[in-house]
């Protein structure tokens, strides 16, 4: 009887920590969800341009968040209200953006890389997800490493401008950007 007593004891310790294991797994993102939540996205959008507020609290397994940017750098919508009608033309990565309108870059800021999806949206707009690489899983090979020089040679080499890291609380309204 003690025998099988420790026997459930360790089954259960086992599967506490298989749960454990499986729910850390699964706040991580990759390319594939990425894209499936873009396309769903686009698509609430596109149906009802209303529901663009929803993107305030959209995530993806709690991680990153969306944007929309016009193809002059403003920004239409962002999670931080702040940042709604501000251009971001200036700022390198957002350049790339412009050029490219659909893919995905990756670049370094205070030591930390981070990633941007963007698609088109509608014709005059970009849909975009911004998201820490510490939160991604797989392979991001397929993205473009992105440095401001990069972009500076591309536009025959203005002062590139530098990112502003938004702060990583969701309820934190203090101005940034990605």
């Known amino acids: 009887m003690i025998i099988m007593q420790q026997n459930n004891h360790v089954k259960i310790l086992l599967a506490a920590c298989l749960a454990i294991v499986c729910s850390c797994s699964s706040s ?3 390319t594939r969800t990425i894209k499936m939540e873009m396309s769903k996205v686009k698509r609430m959008i596109l149906n009802d341009a209303e529901k663009i507020i ?3 609290d959209k995530r993806i397994n709690d991680k990153g968040f969306f944007y929309v940017i016009d193809l002059s750098g403003r ?3 962002h999670p ?3 940042l709604i009608g501000r251009n971001f033309s200036d700022y390198w990565f957002i350049k790339y953006i412009l050029k490219q309108r659909s893919g995905c870059l990756s670049y370094t800021v205070g030591g930390l890389e981070h990633f941007i999806f963007f698609e088109n949206l509608q014709r005059e707009q970009l849909l975009c997800y911004s998201i820490a690489a510490a939160d991604l899983e797989g392979s991001m090979a397929h993205c473009k490493k ?3 020089e990069d972009v ?3 536009e025959g080499g203005e002062e ?3 990112p502003v890291v938004e702060p990583q609380g969701a309820d934190d309204d ?3 950007s990605r």
């Open 54 to 56: 929803k993107l305030k």
């Open 28 to 30: 991580m993102v990759n």
């Open 174 to 176: 203090s101005a940034g």
């Open 160 to 162: 590139p401008g530098e």
């Open 152 to 154: 500076a040679e591309d």
């Open 80 to 82: 931080q209200e702040l």
């Open 146 to 148: 992105v440095t401001p």
């Open 75 to 77: 920004v239409i919508y």
